[in-house]
C-alpha cells in the first residue's frame, strides 16, 4: 500500500473537459444547460484573450480557471478571473492557488489581476487575501433583460 499523495497538474482546458466542467459548476450552484456551456467553453478555447486551465488529478478534473484579458478605455489593462472552481473533496489542498499562481504567470506584460466575488463568499474573500489580493472597491451589478 503506498501513501504517496497523487499528483496533481495544471494544463489547458480542451473541449473534451465540458461535462467535468459542467459537474463542477454545479457544485456551486451553477446550473447552465450543459449544451450551452459547451459552445461557451469551445468559444472561450478559441478567443486569445481568454484562458480556461483544469487542474487534473488521476485524469479527473477536480478544478478549474477561466481569466481573460480586460483591455477597456479607462483603465490599464488587467487580467480578470471569471470563474474559479475547485470540487469540494479537493478544497483546502492548493489546488485553487495552482490555478490562480498559472494564471497570473500566462498573461505576459499585465500587471494586475482582478476577481470579482459574490459578497455572500467570504470564504472566496479569505482566500483571495491569502494570496495577496485586495478589495480595490464594492459595486452593483445592474442587468435588464432583453
Given at each position: 500500500?503506498?501513501?504517496?499523495?497523487a499528483e496533481t497538474s495544471i494544463r489547458k482546458a480542451t473541449s473534451n473537459d465540458h461535462e467535468q466542467i459542467q459537474s463542477?459548476?454545479?457544485?456551486?450552484?451553477?446550473?447552465?444547460?450543459p449544451?450551452?456551456?459547451?459552445?461557451?467553453?469551445?468559444?472561450l478555447l478559441n478567443n486569445s484573450s481568454n484562458l480556461v486551465l483544469v487542474a487534473e488529478m488521476e485524469s479527473q478534473v477536480i478544478?478549474?480557471?477561466?481569466?481573460?484579458?480586460?483591455?477597456?478605455?479607462?483603465?490599464?489593462?488587467?487580467i480578470e478571473i471569471a470563474a474559479l472552481i475547485v470540487g469540494q473533496h479537493h478544497q483546502g489542498q492548493g489546488v485553487?492557488?495552482?490555478?490562480?499562481?498559472?494564471i497570473e504567470t500566462s498573461f505576459p506584460g499585465f500587471q494586475n489581476c482582478r476577481v470579482r466575488c459574490n459578497i455572500k463568499r467570504e470564504e472566496a474573500h479569505q482566500f483571495y487575501k491569502n494570496l495577496a489580493y485586495s478589495s480595490i472597491k464594492r459595486q452593483e451589478i445592474f442587468q435588464k433583460s432583453l
Open positions: 500500500m503506498s501513501n504517496k499523495k463542477l459548476s454545479r457544485e456551486l450552484g451553477y446550473d447552465l444547460d449544451e450551452i456551456q459547451s459552445r461557451h467553453l469551445n468559444h478544478g478549474f480557471i477561466h481569466a481573460y484579458a480586460a483591455i477597456t478605455l479607462t483603465s490599464t489593462p488587467f485553487g492557488r495552482a490555478l490562480v499562481q498559472a
